[in-house]
């Protein structure tokens, strides 16, 4: 198991960017990939992003490619969630996620992920 804390949210205008962190403890960090998802009122939690263990690899939901980039920093046990050019449909709260199976994979349903963080909220005003 590990545990997860993001960070980074915030009220943000369209357009503008913000960067999310999310800190990992509990296991060699590099074993496994990492994951970012959101959640909007009255949706179902859906998938944004996800980098391998060794971020060499990376995969993008179509609504953020181009857009969001993905990162990890092994030496920080931290991975990175830049948005640009965001838009009132990224609002959300979003979730870190950790898949401890597998360190690369393009599964990309909850379910695939193990462990999550609290969730920090993003608010794009228009």
């Known amino acids: 198991q590990v545990q997860l804390v993001e960070s980074g949210g915030g009220l943000v205008q369209a357009g503008g960017s913000l960067r999310l962190s999310c800190a990992a403890s509990?296991?060699?960090?590099?074993?496994?990939?990492m994951g970012w998802f959101r959640q909007a009122p009255g949706k179902e939690r859906e998938f944004v992003a996800a980098?391998?263990?060794?971020?060499?690899?990376?995969y993008y939901a179509d609504s953020v490619q181009g857009r969001f980039t993905i990162s990890r920093d092994n030496a920080k046990n931290t991975v990175y969630l830049q948005m640009n050019s965001l838009k009132p449909e990224d609002t959300a709260v979003y979730f870190c996620?950790?898949?401890?199976?597998?360190?690369?994979?393009?599964?990309?349903?909850?379910?695939?992920?193990?462990?999550w963080g609290q969730g920090t909220q993003v608010t794009v005003s228009s």
């Open positions: 509990g296991r060699t960090f590099n074993t496994y990939r």
């Open positions: 996620a950790a898949d401890l199976r597998s360190t690369w994979s393009f599964r990309s349903k909850v379910d695939d992920f193990g462990s």
């Open positions: 980098i391998s263990g060794t971020g060499f690899s990376t």
